[in-house]
């Protein structure tokens, strides 16, 4: 496998063997969606400005990226600032989107260099025009690449996805381009930012909290949720792991019983003998 450097740290040969023993036992998810959550608390507790537990959040991101690709995820998405965080006090949104500008110029050449393809989702007309500049030219820079897709949801929000899906498909009903009838999940999941890529498999949340705060509504149907105490800043590879331990542990029956899974699975063990 193709090394990759992020975070400048040598893989040590504990996290070559826990990435292995993973690739055995199960699989490992294509799709890691993450409530990044807790950095204002993580600075709060050590007395620190909340600004601080977002500049810490960016050594989680690294890392989370590295361990991912590393693993073989093939689309990685971050849900980094959502519509309603538009709400916050301006001091705290402006120090944010100073801190994505900066992250951003930092780090896309080394996107680049180890194959990582950077994505976003959301409604990026209302970031402010430097950051949406970093973000296209990050966009445009790594478009060919290959190894992981990391979307960063960005202005985004779950209802903000669904309603532009049911206005442009509005839309494409009033001028004949398609019927009534062609409404399924395949067309509305056409028309969602989402579009090009599958649906989360594992959904992981940070800062202990157990809801979705409207991220990816849609998509989230049978998603394997994985919810940690740990805040954001404090989250690292070893938690990626148990998350995946975990998600390996859990039955995705998709509303079948467990035997009709068994027996899928040993229809498909002899179709491939
Ligand atoms: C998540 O951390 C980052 C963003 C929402 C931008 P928070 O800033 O929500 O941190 P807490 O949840 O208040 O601790
Ligand atoms: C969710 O965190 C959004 C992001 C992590 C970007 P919030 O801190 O905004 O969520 P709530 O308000 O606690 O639900
Ligand atoms: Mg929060």
Redesign the pocket.
């Known amino acids: 496998m193709e090394k990759i450097a992020l975070t400048k740290k040598k893989q040590t040969k504990e996290d070559v063997l826990r990435q292995s023993l993973l690739k055995e036992r199960g699989q490992i998810p294509a799709h890691v969606a993450i409530?990044?959550?807790g950095n204002g608390r993580w600075a709060k507790k050590q007395g620190r400005m909340r600004i601080q537990g977002h500049k810490a959040g960016v050594d989680s991101v690294r890392d989370t990226i590295e361990a991912c690709a590393q693993l073989g995820v093939s689309h990685l998405t971050l849900?980094?600032?959502?519509t309603?965080?538009w709400r916050r006090p301006k001091s705290e949104i402006s120090a944010l989107m100073k801190l994505l500008i900066q992250t951003l110029r930092k780090e896309t050449l080394n996107l680049n260099k180890n194959d990582l393809k950077l994505h976003a989702i959301g409604e990026l007309d209302r970031l402010p025009p430097v950051c949406l500049k970093e973000l296209h030219e990050g966009i445009e820079m790594t478009r060919d690449n290959q190894r992981m897709v990391i979307t960063l949801a960005l202005s985004y929000s779950g209802r903000w996805d669904i309603n532009n899906a049911v206005r442009d498909i509005g839309e494409k009903i009033l001028n004949g381009k398609i019927s009534l009838d062609d409404i399924n999940d395949e067309t509305i999941h056409a028309h969602l930012a989402t579009h090009d890529m599958p649906d989360p498999d594992l959904l992981i949340r940070t800062g202990g909290?157990f809801?979705i705060?409207n991220f990816l509504l849609w998509q989230c149907a049978y998603t394997e949720f994985f919810i940690t105490q740990k805040f954001w800043p404090e989250f690292r590879r070893s938690d990626i792991y148990e998350a995946i331990e975990t998600y390996q542990t859990r039955e995705r029956r998709f509303g079948m019983i467990s035997e009709q899974l068994y027996k899928k699975e040993k229809e498909k063990a002899a179709a491939s003998v």
């Open positions: 409530i990044m959550d849900y980094a600032f959502s309603e965080n909290d809801r705060s």
